[in-house]
């Protein structure tokens, strides 16, 4: 090809040259020529592209054709229900919820009900009407030490913070959750103007960067986080330990991202570099999260304080509920990222391979804190995918007391799933700080969007548990759940995910699966004591059989 090119050049110079020396103005023909000429040129001798070196000019249609690519199948090529991460079918029906759309099917279900892993609701022959129920059914998020307890909604907008989505966004979010009396998460950036101007309860994030209640050198500044937890927006306070899109994995805020308004935001120096390390400095232990979880609870007068973790080794999540044991303190609530969470940007490995998926990780820790009898004080959010009320409705079974959903709530926003959101090229404004992309979000119709989907979502879950003949949402249990695992067996999550007995972790013999757990953990150290368990130790775990509850929890 390269020799093919350079025969074409040639032809289309002294093509050229002969149109000119014809007529003068068929000169202007070099103006279609040259640049085809000039481009291949630089193509047959550039270093970086062997393809384009190879095929000049026409290789770069290989780019084009990639950057078509993800839209062509989106549109052309992918069904409603194999897009990934969120099918059509569960695109449509949030477009279709935000705008108060027509939001039901026709013809029956496009799902094969005989595949692996497909899953339904046990219904029940008396079940109550909707009408019947409560619409919009609260949790009261408040520990035994918690002053000023948040009566939260079922359903809340997940950690996104500014600069991540746009100022519009921010706004449009926030307003929705002002007037569908639900929070908003600020996500770890702090809390920004956009957050604060429409009035919608906030549940202010603190990660491991300490933004908007840090010192210049990173460390955690007492003074400023007192200043912003006590405003009255300020609902909840959620310390970061992990998300479940890059568990373990810090970040770096470069430079040309820290603005005048960003740093005066997230209090760091404009113009420089800022880390986002992988792991908090204000505390190195289970005991020491316990005792920052107080401190923070005691300077905000007593709000809900708790923290959110993706389950990664699970004798960590072992040793912080023996340091409650131990220290009396505990979090307001915990909530937990499923391995399936979203993020603008994260390393492949990390999204697709590090991290427990939230079904398990919810069941995990409902189990643990039940079995040390810590659950009764402690509320669960899940977090991780959680779009339809039949999502709502899994993983309250499961053991979640309300749900947080992040790209639910850009999908109501107006996002198209077009995977830019780590580009600034968001064709709907929403994950952008381009000017030009963020005016294409009108705030003042997406408020209303991101209402409308939260109110009817929520309302779906209530008519599913209608279905099921509750009333309330801690009436669910796994029992109500099934779940397809081969071709001729079906499993409830009850049989998948068995309760253990509250307080069995108290005092030995432990139920079998969670020896080792029990063995590794120990709340003065993250790490596991692998040192003290030998292979007789493994060999000869208690046989303690666990105990199954049909009903309940």
Known sequence: MRKAFVAIAAFLIALTIMLGLYHPFLWWTFIFTGPFVLL?????????????RNYPVFGRLR???EELRPKVYQYFVESDTNGTPYNRLNRSLIYQRAKKDNDTIPFGTQLNVYDNGYEWLSHSIAAISHHELNLDPRVTVGGPDCKKPYSASIYNISAMSFGSLSQNAILALNGGAKMGNFAHNTGEGGISDYHRQPGGDLIWQIGTGYFGCRNADGTFNYDAYAERAKTDQVKMIEIKLSQGAKPGHGGMLPAKKVTPEVARIRLVPEGKDVLSPPAHSAFNT????????KKLRDLSDGKPVGFKLCIGRKSEFYAICKAMIETGIYPDFITVDGGEGGTGAAPQEFSNSVGMPLREGVAFVYDVLNGFDLKKHIKIIASGKVATGFDLVKNIALGADMCNAARGMMFALGCIQALECNSNTCPTGVATQDPSLMKGLVVEDKTVRVKNFHNLTVASAVELLGAAGLRETHQLSRAYINRRVSPSVMQSYLETFPYIPAGSLLQTPYPTRY????????????????????AVDYAHANPYSDTMHDDGR
Do not use: C, R, W
């Open 40 to 52: 291949g040129v630089y193509d047959l001798y550039q270093p970086k592209h062997s393809i384009v």
């Open 286 to 293: 289970p005991i020491g999260l316990l005792e920052f979880v």
């Open 515 to 534: 020896e080792l757990g029990m063995a590794l953990s120990t709340s003065k150290s993250f790490a596991p004591t692998d040192y003290k368990v030998s």
């Open 63 to 65: 780019y084009f054709m």
